[in-house]
């Protein structure tokens, strides 16, 4: 590791920025050309000789490539081994270091995704694929201008392309062995097969940050990477959490397409997504998509391969559950499930164990919704209740009250009007008790008769048990059995 005042090529190191996987990025001074650079210098052990050469390939490639919202690449090279990149400085902080402040309001989450989007679109323009969009890739310089750092290591597809055509296999070595290039989180389910990659895989990565930023939360569940990737190919994304973010309904209808399972269910390119975004912000013509958060057909072929997680047990339960709704049956044979079980690469055992917990969860849906039903039916009764009192005040009142005027010249009026006002204090309480009667009162009178139930049930369950003992005093011929002691004297 480099130290400040350390001499690398021509630059001379001040400082380190920041360290990962690849390698270290340093801030450093260029004194032929007078500027503060960022110097990525890539570990030894990273790469080897042929991910190198290409690596230098690609980052060449890539600093042609000039767009504002992209970090600028200014020389490459290597030394001793080490290839490194020299990239524009940019003052500021990584979109994931500003997710830990208060949060921003929608529109400069906005912004900031309106700059991703565009960098994103210029760079599939000229063919290049970035294939790790995520918010430390992502830097929002002090006055507010976004970047989008790493270019220099992204897969290019050669020259200017249709975004949906298919890209190189570039640099799936330029990480540890048997490690994918991208972060779990935001790796498109294409990437996460290891199928070829294009600019729609950005587009998903792309959908994931926006989600995150203007959700405040991942789309996907899962402890460890096993579990996020079975999320990724088969969790429908819930569109709940933007709304309850206050993202308009058509920005959130952009983000929701981005964020589709199959590739051909996104946005053509990324250029159209920027359109729509735009349009969005603009409240103009709404963005038609296609059913977010339905898996697309055959998503799930891949799901959970060889994993063994309960994680992805459960995953596979909304496999099943999934499978048999598009078969137009909700129960399927053992023979079905252990098929799509070796479709999945899940053995029996967790089969068995997802099955079972898809039909505790289908009985607890069933026991939620019975509940309900008798809790609305209760508070209809509580209502229902009330109007009968009331129609029975009024009936016996106007009686009442008839009878008491003509004989007002015999009593005094006091007699027949007291007891209607008096019942109406009654009627009163007892509108206000049906009216505002709630959840809390129905569990209330729910374990009330639960426990005069149960009561009831233990009574009759003795009275049973006592007539079974004298039924059989009787045929042994021993007389009825003694309910209590008594002493005698004499």
Same mark, same amino acid.
Do not use: C, H, W, Y
């Given at each position: 590791m480099l130290k400040s005042g350390d001499a690398f090529e021509r630059y001379t190191i001040e400082a380190l920025i920041g360290q990962g996987g690849m390698g270290c990025v340093y801030r450093a001074y260029d004194p032929r050309l007078g500027r503060r650079v960022a110097l990525k210098v890539i570990s030894e052990g990273a790469t080897h000789a042929a991910a190198n050469t290409r690596l230098l390939r690609e980052a060449r490639a890539a600093a042609a490539f000039d767009h504002p919202n992209a970090v600028a690449i200014f020389d490459v090279g290597e030394l001793d081994g080490a290839p490194y990149i020299v990239m524009e400085l940019v003052e500021g902080r990584t979109l994931r270091q500003t997710t830990a402040e208060a949060a921003l309001p929608v529109s400069a989450r906005l912004a900031q995704l309106g700059g991703v989007a565009r960098a994103l679109a210029a760079a599939h323009q000229r063919g290049l694929v970035h294939r790790d969009i995520k918010p430390e890739n992502v830097m929002v310089r002090d006055d507010g201008m976004v970047k989008v750092l790493d270019f220099g290591i992204a897969g290019r597809t050669g020259g200017n392309v249709d975004p949906r055509s298919a890209t190189q296999a570039a640099l799936p070595t330029l990480t540890v062995e048997g490690v994918k290039l991208g972060t779990p989180v935001y790796m498109a389910p294409e990437q996460i097969r290891g199928d070829e990659l294009d600019g729609r895989a950005d587009q998903f990565a792309w959908g994931v940050l926006a989600y995150e930023l203007l959700a405040g939360k991942l789309p996907w569940r899962g402890a460890d990477a096993l579990a996020v990737m079975a999320s990724v190919l088969t969790d429908p994304v819930e569109p709940v959490a933007l709304e309850r973010a206050g993202v308009p309904p058509a920005v959130a209808r952009v983000v929701l397409r981005a964020l589709e399972k199959k590739p051909e269910n996104r946005f053509t390119s990324m250029d159209e997504l920027r359109h729509a975004l735009e349009s969005a912000e603009r409240g103009e013509v709404p963005v038609e998509v296609a059913k977010s958060g339905?898996?697309?057909?055959?998503?799930? =072929?891949?799901?959970? $391969?060889?994993?063994?997680?309960?994680? *992805?047990?459960?995953?596979?339960?909304? =496999?099943?559950?999934? $499978?048999?709704?598009?078969?137009?049956? *909700?129960?399927?044979?053992?023979?079905?499930?252990?098929?799509?079980a070796a479709e999945v690469g899940v053995d029996v055992d967790s089969l068995r164990e997802a099955s079972r917990a898809l039909r505790l969860r289908g009985e607890q849906q069933g026991a939620a919704l019975a509940n309900a039903t008798e809790r609305d039916a209760w508070l209809q009764h509580q209502r229902l209740i009330f109007y009968r009192h009331a129609g029975i005040y009024a009936i016996v009142n106007a009686a009442i009250l008839t009878l008491g005027l003509g004989l007002l010249t015999f009593t005094p009026w006091w007699i027949w009007f007291l007891p209607a006002l008096l019942w109406s204090v009654g009627v009163a309480i007892h509108g206000l008790i049906a009216f505002t009667s709630n959840e809390r009162d129905w569990t209330e009178h729910s374990e009330g008769m639960k426990w005069w139930r149960e009561n009831q049930q233990r009574k009759l369950e003795q009275a049973s048990a006592d007539a079974h003992a004298r039924s059989s005093r009787h045929h042994l011929g021993l007389g009825p059995a003694p309910h209590s002691t008594r002493s005698t004297k004499g």
């Open positions: 339905m898996p697309a057909s055959g998503s799930n =072929a891949t799901m959970a $391969q060889q994993f063994s997680t309960a994680e *992805v047990s459960e995953v596979l339960g909304r =496999a099943i559950e999934q $499978q048999a709704a598009r078969q137009g049956s *909700v129960k399927l044979g053992f023979d079905d499930l252990i098929a799509i």
